[in-house]
């Protein structure tokens, strides 16, 4: 394919880094990422994406837009309340940047549509709330040998990692960091536990960096390192994790089972 001059125009602040260029802003437009969720995390992520000219975006959610999502889902506006949110987030996708094709998918993931929907993409973007969707996406991801840039959320802390444990050894998943989900009362969600929205923000924006990182194949991937922000210190950490051996998505056992 051949940049366009409004093209030239557009992403001229890329085109003129050497890490990018013509030839990582070609690859962008001809990336395929899906977006799971277009909450807190989804916004920033699929705002960013859509800027930055990744070609074909699809973005998973059966939710509609409701008055108390836009303290942080800065994807929606005041007049899509009520809509479907994959359509509200089309719109102001739309008319960031007519170069990026969305594909809506207005479901709930599960297993009985995961894995058809995962293969059309090169990459996968967790910005879901819930644990099932995140151990369903680790399982399919590693199945489908697809990356997996995985983001979460409480109320003044982040989490950030990058998941690609079909390389084998030194590249762990998330069921090697926590084997099994909390019981579901454990966990409060955006919607009972509460979040300081711009938190939702800085997490969405570092789950862009990274999604454009592993597309260009720039920098250090986050791939076994998990990145925490934690808000009210303003500080970020970050901790190794290592590869469990007794994995049942990655590990030994598992990979003996499938052959
Ligand atoms: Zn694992």
Known sequence: ???????????????????????????LLQSRVLVVGAGGLGSPLLLY????????????????????????????????????????????????NDDVRV????????PDNARGLIAGYDLVADGSDNFATRYLLTDCCFRLKKPLVAAALSPFEGQL???????GAGHPCYRCLFREPPPPDMVPRCEEAGILGAVAGVLGTLQAVEVLKELLGLGDSLDGQLLIYDALRAQFHRIRIGKDAECPTCGVPALAASG
Not at 10 to 24: F, M, P, T
Not at 72 to 85: E, F, Y
């Open 1 to 27: 394919m051949e940049l366009s001059e409004t093209q030239f125009r557009r992403y001229a602040r890329h085109l003129i880094l050497d890490e990018v260029g013509e030839e990582g802003q070609e690859k």
């Open 103 to 110: 594909e809506t998918h207005p479901e709930r993931l599960g």
């Open 161 to 167: 990692s990058t998941f690609r444990p079909y390389l």
């Open 49 to 96: 994406l859509a800027a930055a000219g990744v070609g074909t975006i699809g973005i998973i959610d059966n939710d509609r837009v409701d008055l108390t999502n836009l303290q942080r889902q800065i994807v929606h506006a005041t007049r899509s309340v009520g809509t479907l949110k994959v359509e509200s987030a089309r719109a102001t996708l739309a008319a960031i």
